[in-house]
């Protein structure tokens, strides 16, 4: 699946907001240093600086991370990843700096114009929070894990500005709150950081989709009536994307008619789960040889339609001859459960004195490669005698069509 080019659009436009947020604001914040002579804004205009990189990082990589080459076919989007990881490394550096400005600065320094300095962080923390949470539901939205690292990382810059003007108002009234509000927000900043640094590696090292949609594309297989079983079922993550391998047990069906049967559990898979890129499907056929038969039957053993039929007799027939009966199935006579049940249990064909009524019960049947043979032999032992007459015939006249 090609990413939407109106979503790609938006990842672009927002990373881009990013990068001209953090540079309004570093430049806001160090001219205001300067002036004021405030070390916690200065220090601030250095972790806006971080900010700064980070959304030069995350706009570079949203912008690559879509596109296809004949060296990287199947894109860039770990570069996404890749760049969350970095935005979480100067996370880490933020959490460091705050920790160091608020317990190991030695230095002290005259506050010159607090009211402008407070006046200056409160547009700045009014900036931040507003931006981060718009652009937080825009990664969720959009699934992009670098704008959902760059809300993050502009979170923690809405934090740490908090942490600021604490100090100045403190400042201002002559008491020192820095340090203890500092250490709060960095331990969050951390946090922050920790979160996406995991998340990001993981998906760099190819990490499987969550259990519970893996369970929920299973279910999506298992309700189309030609799959008998999921052989296996892998999926990982890069970027926005998924990638999905699957391998499935299938009624036995022309390679026209399966390549379709696949064709509609990709496009349902991709319809249900968002931002699938693709889904590979490897099937095979239930069985290369042989016949399962399902014979409708009354208590008596005699040949019954599916809206009388009480039991359901399996036969295995091989291709040498060999014949075993199953134990019968005991069934409630509805058509519709009866045909079910027949869609499920890999059966080649069904003997029944009538075809089904209902259009719905011969459609699933049809789907499922579930041949019926309509009899007119009243009971179990002779219409069976019937189905492998028949059969013998035909793999011998098969077999004569190949030797000669």
Known sequence: MIEKASDQTLKERWALGSLILNTTLTVLKF?????TGSLALMAEAIHSFSDLIASVVSLV????????TSEYPYGLYKLENMAA??????LFFAAYEIIKEAFFSQEERVVKHTELAIGVMVIAMMATFIYSRLELKAAKRLNSPALLADAQHIWADFLSSLIVIVGLVGTYFGYNLDKYAAAVVALFVFYSGWEIFSSGLKVLLDVSLEKEEIEKIKRIIYSHPAVVDIRHIRGRVAGSFKFLDVELLLHNFSLRETHRIV?????????EIPNIDSVFIHYEPVRQEGLRIAFLVDDEKNIKDFSSASQIITVDLSENGNVQVNNPLEVEPDE???GDILSKINIDIVVASHHPEEFEVRWKLTRAGVMVWETDRKNFDEALEEIINSYNEFTKKHKGDNNG
């Open 336 to 338: 519709r459960e009866i």
């Open 61 to 68: 990589s949203v912008k690559l991370a879509a596109r296809k």
């Open 85 to 90: 990881v970095v935005i979480s490394l100067f």
């Open 31 to 35: 001219i205001f240093a300067l002036i």
């Open 263 to 271: 064709d509609e559990i990709e496009r349902k898979i991709k319809e």
